[in-house]
């Protein structure tokens, strides 16, 4: 019986003591085939040998079962270490996020405005047709009503075509003087390589007492805040039209591709317009109740200033959310 407890004693294994277990303890056992011999032997020797056995038998277990434990315990320690997570090892390939190229714009812009003391104001995307057009002096059959631009949904409600509502909201519940942004998503129904049907705007607002704001205060502020965004660049106002404003001009800056001599971007004309803005019309205020005051606005694209900041042609290159060229703008 004593090689069996080195066999025990030797294993290596799991397996090994289960074979070990199986050749001692199996139906064709050794230990089973020791009780069979036993039965030749004369009655006084058959006691002493069954004593004997059942003592084998009971200490081989136990020896078997402990074994078993030290080898599992073992087995389980090596295993663990094999899995161990070194979770001090430096990773260099972790990717971080950033935030997309038009909304990086959109913050730099709203900077800007915060920095010079506007109010960051924002509103729902579904409008009603005063805040969005009535109160803009945009009245009804205005072309820019029609269908082909407007999102409609039922009894007049729609998707804001631009974040005007945000500053007729804003008069129509607080007192002069404002000085207030409305960054946000705007809809249109347009689509083409400088066009999608949803794209972002920041509109500014500025509204104090009769005679204190003047278009010199505008193009102080836009000039100033064009040059912040596009590092030196020429400035230039060109008299236009927009139903709530009046005087209305549209800026210009000189081509940051050509610096003004002309190409394919700026149309060989050296400048881009960049956005729009003028006095705000006195219908305007008549439709917020707002009294004895005066005021300046202005409205720009998002997407717009992003292209032009970071060169990109196709705007919609910007909403299809393709990772080689987002990437760049991290
Ligand atoms: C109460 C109120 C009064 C006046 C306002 O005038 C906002 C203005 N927006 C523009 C303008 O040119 N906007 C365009 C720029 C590019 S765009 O995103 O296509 C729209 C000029 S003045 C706004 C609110």
Redesign the pocket.
């Known amino acids: 019986m004593k090689h069996w407890y080195d066999l025990i004693t030797e294993a290596q294994s799991v397996e090994k003591i289960e074979e070990i277990r199986i050749s001692l303890f199996g139906k064709k056992g050794v230990l089973a085939a020791e009780f069979a011999r036993m039965k030749e032997a004369s009655d006084e020797e058959k006691s002493k040998i069954a004593q004997e056995l059942n003592i084998h038998k009971t200490t081989l277990m136990n020896e078997l079962v402990q074994r078993k434990i030290t080898l599992q315990t073992q087995e389980l320690q090596e295993h663990m270490k094999s899995e161990a997570i070194d979770v001090t090892m430096f990773s260099s390939s972790s990717e971080s996020g950033a935030l997309h190229p038009v909304m990086q714009t959109m913050d730099r812009i709203v900077e800007y405005f915060s920095s010079m003391n506007f109010t960051v104001k924002t509103g729902t995307m579904v409008e009603d047709d005063f805040n969005n057009f009535e109160a803009?002096n945009l009245p009804k059959y205005h072309p820019a009503r029609d269908m082909q631009d407007t999102f409609y949904f039922k009894d007049e409600m729609l998707l804001r075509t631009?974040t005007?509502p945000v500053?007729?909201r804003t008069?129509m519940s607080s007192k002069p003087p404002i000085r207030m942004i409305a960054p946000g998503a705007?809809f249109r129904r347009d689509y083409d390589i400088t066009h999608t049907p949803m794209?972002h705007?920041v509109?500014g607002?500025l509204v104090d007492k009769e005679g204190a704001v003047s278009f010199a205060n505008l193009k102080f502020i836009l000039e100033d805040f064009l040059k912040y965004m596009f590092g030196d660049v020429e400035v230039r106002f060109r008299p236009s039209f927009?139903p709530?404003?009046e005087p209305?001009a549209?800026v210009d800056i000189s081509c940051v591709f050509c610096k003004g001599s002309g190409c394919r971007v700026c149309s060989k004309t050296g400048w881009l317009e960049v956005?729009?803005?003028?006095i705000?019309d006195p219908n305007?205020f008549e439709a917020v109740k707002y009294q004895n005051v005066s005021g300046y606005?202005?409205?720009?694209?998002v997407e717009?200033f992003a292209m032009l900041i970071h060169q990109i042609g196709d705007l919609r290159s910007l909403f299809e959310g393709d990772i080689k060229l987002l990437e760049q703008f991290r």
Not at 275 to 278: A, E, F, I, N, Y
Not at 297 to 301: C, D, K
């Open positions: 803009l631009h005007s500053q007729i008069m705007v794209f705007q509109e607002l927009f709530f404003t209305s549209e956005l729009g803005c003028g705000v305007v606005a202005f409205g720009l694209g717009r």
